[in-house]
């Protein structure tokens, strides 16, 4: 039996308006090598100033993370030679980073809890981008000088679940910070995963595979059971010494596999010095109070929905597991309807409907007016099954609650003479079913309600139908 061993480099793509060391805009999807200048192309002469932001946003992560916050570090080169590097060279923090020592919490489905521990989180310059287009290369270094906070775990982790979790948690809180919008398809969310295994019980780490670059929760949990199974058939061959080398590999989506990129370089390959060009980081006092103050975090947004709102840890973790849900949420109970049908109606009916680039950001149907739908059934004017079709007609066109209501005729009836008359029509109707009720066969009730929905065409209040059929069969 084999125990796996899995630490995580996460690069994530700070928000900030301008670039780490120059003014240059950092906007996605700009024409290819427009947001440049003689800093971040590493033009002779040019020299780096350090934006303020990144600090203030890496400060508030290690916050986040309970990590200590080193107010005085410093920065590093990291030599490496790649087309999208104009200046040959990384300016990051090896020796002394501005988050060390941090911990973070993974819930699994049957309540229990993990602890993972968090290294460190360093600032760093991104690189460019290269694009290859057939037999061309070519370089786009919008990208180059954009900030990243890498935040690195300790191997702690024991499975792709686990990893999967730990990310969740991670772009979770990234998103709540909002230090970064955290986006996978675009880059701004990176991951780095390093794979070893052992037999149980042993101690001893053994070589790791670093797996590049996996854009989507899914490929990043497949690319780790691939590695695995890969790494287990070698020791199990008896090759494991001389097939799993310290190497950076590839996850090929289309052959399911993953390839071997290039050998790992250690840190004496980097050359690593004291970036010459920067002074050290020195954050007062008064900017770590001012830096450390966030807003309410995944956990504690939790305990409270719990506390407040009588939900379980289950329905508080899905509304809390991202931040826009969360705030829609919240958005909905400020109307004053219950919890239970908030849930309900955001996590079971809305979600269901969101079907492409639709999603809870950019609903058709704000919170406003769920809550208002939601709050139009408790008040009796249109039933659960009703609302489902006002829902659908919002979702496709806009306009408010009522109009919808109205346009497509599903106010409810509680009209009590309206539907005794209707109540009269069905059990005068129906003179044998009565017989068989009376002597005893119970459920035939749910007949007679049915055959009352139906005649009223589901407009009936079915608490009104039901008091009244209650009284007329006795």
């Known amino acids: 039996m084999f125990e796996v061993v899995i630490g995580l480099e996460v690069h994530v793509q700070l928000n900030t308006k301008t670039k780490l060391f120059c003014s240059c805009p950092t906007s996605f999807n700009h024409k290819q090598n427009r947001n440049t200048c003689p800093t971040c192309l590493a033009l002779p002469g040019a020299l780096p100033v350090l934006n303020k932001e990144v600090l203030h946003k890496s400060v508030m992560f290690g916050t986040a993370v309970g990590a200590k916050i080193n107010q005085t570090s410093y920065f590093d080169r990291k030599s490496y030679f790649y087309p999208d590097s104009p200046s040959a060279y990384q300016i990051t923090q ?7 020592h941090g911990k973070l919490r993974i819930d699994f489905e049957d309540g229990s809890h993990k602890i993972i521990r968090i290294n460190r989180a360093h600032i760093e310059a991104d690189a460019g981008k290269n694009i290859h287009d057939g037999p061309v290369s070519k370089v786009d ?131 690593y010095f004291p970036e010459p060009d920067l002074l050290k980081v020195v954050i007062t006092d008064d900017m770590m109070s001012e830096f450390s103050k966030i807003p309410e975090l995944p956990d504690e947004k939790m305990a409270r929905f719990v506390k407040d709102y009588g939900i379980n840890e289950y329905n508080a973790s899905v509304l809390t597991s991202a931040v826009e849900m969360a705030h829609y949420f919240e958005s909905m109970m400020q109307e004053g309807i219950s919890a239970k049908n908030a849930l309900t109606w955001l996590t079971v009916e809305l979600l269901g409907r969101f079907k492409g680039e639709v999603n809870i950001s950019n609903s058709p149907v704000d919170a406003k007016k769920l809550a208002l739908l939601v709050k139009r059934i408790e008040d009796g004017t249109i039933s659960g099954k009703a609302a489902k079709e006002v829902l659908d007609f919002l979702m496709e066109k806009s306009g408010d609650v009522d109009s919808a209501i109205e346009t497509l005729g599903l106010k409810q009836v509680s009209d009590m003479g309206a539907i005794e008359a209707i109540c009269d029509a069905v059990i005068n109707a129906n003179g044998d079913k009565v017989t068989e009720y009376k002597s005893g066969k119970d459920k035939l009730f749910g007949f007679f309600v049915g055959q009352v929905m139906k005649e009223s065409k589901g407009s009936a209040n079915p608490a009104t139908v039901n008091d009244i059929l209650k009284a007329k069969l006795g």
């Open 94 to 100: 090896l020796y002394t980073p501005v988050v060390e």
């Open 141 to 271: 270094l919008n990208r180059a000088g954009t900030p990243l906070l890498e935040i690195v775990s300790e191997p702690d982790l024991r499975s792709a679940e686990e990893v999967t979790l730990y990310l969740k948690k991670l772009h979770s809180i990234i998103r709540y910070l909002d230090i970064g919008d955290a986006n996978m398809q675009e880059g701004s969310f990176r991951v780095d995963v390093n794979v070893s295994i052992r037999p149980k019980g042993d101690e001893k780490l053994y070589t790791r595979v670093e797996i590049k670059n996996i854009n989507s929760f899914r490929f990043i949990q497949r690319a780790i059971e691939l590695e695995v199974a890969r790494q287990i058939e070698a020791w199990e061959d008896g090759v494991y010494a001389r097939d799993i080398c310290q190497e950076t590999r590839l996850f090929d989506q289309v052959k399911q596999e993953t390839r071997s990129m290039r050998g790992k370089e250690e840190a004496a390959d980097y050359r």
